[in-house]
C-alpha cells in the first residue's frame, strides 16, 4: 500500500509510524509532500492508495487538492488531519464542510491515534480491492545485483516479442544510466535518451514521450540510456517516477532494463513495477549475493507477489555446478523462470539483432522468453486492460491471446543449430 503524507511539518510522518508501531496488517510505503501542489505532482505519479493531508483553516486549499487529486489519482483516498487547538467552531465546521463537498473520507485530529489510523487504512485497502482495473500499461522492470547474468539480454528480447504481439504499443526504457546498452543490442543510434525525457518533464506527456522515443523494425520504442556515463544526474527518482507513469498512459507494455544497485532511481522502478524479473546466475556468490538482494526488497516493501525469479543458465557444464534444487534449497524460494546458455546469443548481440527476430525457437532461450512474454501479458490481462492497441498509435494488428509471432522449430542448445531467418519471414 502506498500512502502520501501532505504537511509543512515534518513531525506528521513520526505521528503516523509510532500509529503504525501496533498495526501487524500494514507495512505501507510512506511518501512525503511539503505543500499541497507538491502533494498533487507526488501523488500523480505514485498514485497512492492513500492521502492524508494537513488541513488548512478555511478548507479551500483542501478543496482545491482535493479536485485536483480526483483528475490525477481518482481511485485515491483521501484523509484530512488537524488540530483541534488550531480551529474555531465556526472555522472548523466551514473547513469540514468543504472537505466533504471536496471528497475527503475521513477527519484525523492530531496526535494521531492507532484506531483511527488503522480504520482509514482498511478502508483505503478494501477500497482498492474492489476498484475495476483501468486500460493503463503494465510495467515490467529487469533487475539483477551484478553485471553479466543476462539482465539485458532478457529485457531486450522480451520487449521485442512483446512488440511482435503489439507493434507501437511496447517501450524499452534502458534505466542503465551509466552504462545502458540496449540501443546497441537493437543497432539504433540513439539520437535522443532518457534525458531528453527528464529535462521536459514540465510538458512530458504521452505524445512527446513517443516522440522522444527510438523506433525499431520489430514495432518496438526504445527510451535509450545517456550516452555519455556522466550526464545521467538529471534522471533522478522523481524524474523516473514520471516517465514511467507517463510511459503507463502511453504504452500497452513497459519493459525496464535496471542497473545492478538498489538505490533510489531503482527503487522508484521497483515501486511502480507491476511485475520485476530478478535475473541471478547459478554460482554460490551469485545466489549468496541473491538472498541478500531478496531480502533488501522485502524490507524496502516490494510485494513478493510481483517478483519473478530467473536463473540465468549463461555458464553450463563447470565443476562444482549448482543443480536447480540446490538453488532453490538455499534461496527458500522456487524459480519461476531458467533462461538457458545458448552460443547464438553472443551472435546476436554482436550484430545488433535480437535472438528472438532472427531465429525461430521451440526450446532453450526462445522458449524460456516466450514464456516470460506469455506471463507477462496474461498479468495485464487480468487486470482488466484491453488488448487492443491505442488506434492513434498507427499499429495495425496485433497476435491473439495465446498465439505466438515466432513459430516452433528450434533445437535443443547446441543440436543441430539452425540458420538465422530473418525477421521478416518469422512473422509471416
Known amino acids: 500500500m502506498q500512502v502520501l503524507l501532505v504537511s509543512s511539518d515534518p513531525s506528521l510522518r513520526e505521528e503516523f509510524e509510532a500509529a503504525l508501531e501496533n498495526l501487524k496488517d500494514f507495512s505501507p510505503s510512506i511518501h512525503t509532500a511539503d505543500s499541497p501542489r507538491q502533494g498533487v505532482e507526488v501523488a500523480r505519479i505514485r498514485r497512492p492508495d492513500l492521502v492524508c493531508i494537513e488541513m488548512d483553516a478555511s478548507g479551500k486549499e483542501l478543496e482545491r487538492f482535493a479536485s485536483e487529486l480526483s483528475i490525477h489519482a481518482p481511485r485515491t483516498l483521501i484523509g484530512a488531519v488537524y488540530r483541534s487547538d488550531a480551529f474555531g467552531s465556526d472555522s472548523s465546521e466551514t473547513a469540514i464542510i468543504a472537505g466533504v463537498r471536496a471528497g475527503v473520507s475521513d477527519f484525523l485530529r492530531r496526535p494521531l491515534s492507532t484506531a483511527e489510523v488503522a480504520q482509514l487504512l482498511r478502508r483505503a485497502r478494501d477500497g482498492t480491492a474492489r476498484e475495476t482495473p483501468t486500460a493503463r500499461g503494465i510495467i515490467v522492470s529487469v533487475s539483477s545485483t551484478k553485471g553479466g547474468a543476462g539482465k539485458s539480454t532478457l529485457a531486450v528480447n522480451t520487449a521485442c516479442l512483446l512488440a511482435r504481439r503489439a507493434p507501437g504499443q511496447v517501450l524499452l526504457v534502458d534505466a542503465s544510466l551509466q552504462l545502458g546498452v540496449c540501443a546497441r543490442m537493437l543497432d539504433l543510434e540513439a539520437t535522443t535518451t532518457i534525458n531528453d525525457a527528464a529535462q521536459e518533464l514540465d510538458r512530458l506527456d504521452p505524445t512527446l514521450l513517443r516522440e522522444l522515443a527510438l523506433h525499431h523494425d520489430s514495432g518496438l520504442h526504445l527510451l535509450a540510456a545517456p550516452k555519455d556515463p556522466l550526464g545521467s544526474t538529471e534522471v533522478n527518482d522523481e524524474a523516473m517516477a514520471q516517465i514511467l507513469a507517463t510511459a503507463r498512459q502511453a504504452y500497452e507494455y513497459v519493459v525496464v532494463d535496471t542497473f545492478p544497485l538498489l538505490e ?61 534444487k540446490d538453488i532453490v534449497r538455499k534461496i527458500g524460494r522456487e ?63 496485433v497476435a491473439p491471446e495465446g498465439a505466438d509471432p515466432v513459430q516452433p522449430s528450434e533445437a535443443d542448445p547446441g543440436v543441430g543449430e539452425q540458420p538465422p531467418t530473418r525477421s521478416s519471414e518469422v512473422i509471416q
Do not use: W
Open 335 to 397: 524459480i519461476d523462470h531458467v533462461i538457458p546458455y545458448q552460443r547464438r546469443i553472443l551472435s546476436s548481440m554482436n550484430t545488433g539483432e535480437p535472438y528472438v527476430l532472427t531465429y525461430r525457437g521451440f526450446f532453450g532461450f526462445g522458449r524460456a522468453v516466450r514464456k516470460v512474454v506469455q506471463e507477462v501479458v496474461r498479468e495485464r490481462k487480468d487486470r482488466g486492460a484491453s488488448d487492443s492497441p491505442d488506434k492513434s498509435s498507427g499499429s495495425t494488428s
Open 264 to 324: 533510489s532511481v531503482v527503487l522508484a522502478i521497483l515501486d511502480l513495477s507491476d511485475l520485476t524479473y530478478l535475473v541471478f546466475q547459478g554460482t554460490v556468490p551469485c545466489v549468496l549475493g541473491h538472498v541478500g538482494y531478496l531480502r533488501a526488497l522485502d524490507n524496502v516493501g516490494v510485494d513478493i507477489s510481483r517478483q519473478r525469479l530467473v536463473l540465468s543458465r549463461n555458464h553450463t557444464g563447470f565443476t562444482g555446478e549448482l543443480s536447480v
